[in-house]
């Protein structure tokens, strides 16, 4: 009788980057999906890390700490280099245990260990590459890997050559346009990273009208998206609800008729000290399509009633 071989593809994860870290593959899932630490050189800071698997079948998992090619950093990705798995440069990190089995809704946590080098400064940034196959009792032959997925691990180490300086650069509306006939109004805060630690800048935006009166505020990166070092991204946020923005223009302005100008103001800070850098800009909001349909009911009534009295 011959042997059956049952090979499964192999997918490489690439990151979403919302939290720079990347989606679940065939439902095996981290709690949490990013592991964000801080650490003196020298002293080793250990966190927990649960999986989960909710795939229907046992699995064998391998985990390990590699690099990440994070040259998509500016637009939100980032990949596992699975070559880099047990080099020297990765000598700061370990994951225990390394090798388990999981069985069909099963979760195991495991603990990932950090110690930042001596002389080390700057952030400490990689992937834990979870490497998993299905494990079936009457399997024969050769199986292949199934999939690699992970967190991601960000290490930020305090020494005095650790430098946080990130600056709000530019804060405009979605297209550099400062007209719009309706909400939501897409923005976006450019948000630059000059120092060597990774930053998650957070910050608001708040809405004023012509009177000075405050009429709705936002808040800018709740996800927590990272800036790596070196690296200007971008930011979104909305004024008014996203869902939104995919409903009939009509719909949208005579659901919440908004008109006139509008100052909005980002106020961000880098995500560590509390300082706060505003930006602002003027925006107008006018129905057109509104007060085009409104004209014309308007002169159709005053022609109406012209002609009725002339009769």
């Known amino acids: 009788m011959k042997k059956?071989?049952?090979t499964f593809l192999f997918a490489m994860s690439v990151a979403s980057l919302v939290v720079f870290a990347p989606a679940a593959v065939d439902a095996l899932t981290f709690t949490p999906?990013?592991?964000?630490t801080e650490v003196y050189p020298g002293v080793p800071v250990t966190q927990e890390l649960t999986l989960l698997n909710e795939i229907g079948s046992t699995l064998s998992v391998s985990l390990r700490p590699v690099q990440l090619d994070a040259s998509g950093g500016e637009s939100g990705s980032a990949t596992f280099l699975l070559n880099t798995a047990g080099s020297d440069s990765?000598?700061?990190?370990?994951?225990s245990p390394s090798n388990l089995v999981l069985k069909t809704?099963?979760?195991?946590?495991?603990?990932?260990?950090?110690?930042?080098?001596?002389?080390?400064?700057?952030?400490?940034?990689?992937?834990?590459?979870?490497?998993?196959?299905?494990?079936?009792?009457?399997e024969t032959g050769s199986i292949a890997l199934n999939a690699v997925t992970g967190p991601y691990l960000f290490a930020r180490v305090l020494s005095d050559n650790s430098k946080a300086?990130?600056?709000l650069l530019k804060?405009?509306?979605?297209?550099?346009?400062?007209?719009?006939?309706?909400?939501?109004?897409?923005?976006?805060?450019?948000?630059?990273?000059?120092?060597?630690?990774?930053l998650a800048p957070t910050g608001e935006i708040k809405v004023v009208d012509v009177f000075g009166r405050e009429v709705a505020r936002a808040e800018v990166n709740a996800e927590r998206r990272i800036v790596l070092p070196g690296i200007t991204r971008i930011l979104p946020v909305w004024w008014g609800s996203e869902r939104e923005a995919t409903s009939s223009s009509w719909l949208r302005e005579f659901r919440k008729p908004t008109v006139g100008p509008f100052k909005i103001t980002a106020e961000m800070t880098?995500?560590?000290s509390s300082a706060v850098q505003t930006s602002s800009l003027t925006i107008?909001?006018?129905?057109?399509?509104?007060?085009?349909?409104?004209?014309?009911?308007?002169?159709?009534?005053?022609?109406?009633k012209r002609r009725l009295s002339v009769v």
């Open 90 to 95: 990765l000598s700061w990190g370990s994951v």
């Open 105 to 138: 809704g099963e979760q195991q946590a495991v603990r990932v260990t950090v110690t930042a080098p001596d002389a080390s400064s700057g952030s400490l940034i990689a992937g834990i590459a979870a490497q998993f196959r299905p494990v079936r009792s009457d």
């Open 270 to 272: 880098d995500g560590i």
């Open 4 to 6: 059956k071989n049952t």
């Open 33 to 36: 999906d990013r592991l964000e």
């Open 284 to 304: 107008w909001v006018l129905p057109w399509r509104s007060a085009t349909l409104l004209g014309i009911l308007i002169l159709g009534v005053v022609a109406a």
């Open 171 to 198: 804060f405009e509306a979605a297209g550099a346009s400062s007209l719009f006939s309706s909400l939501p109004i897409p923005l976006e805060v450019t948000f630059a990273n000059s120092g060597n630690v990774h």
């Open 165 to 167: 300086e990130g600056h």
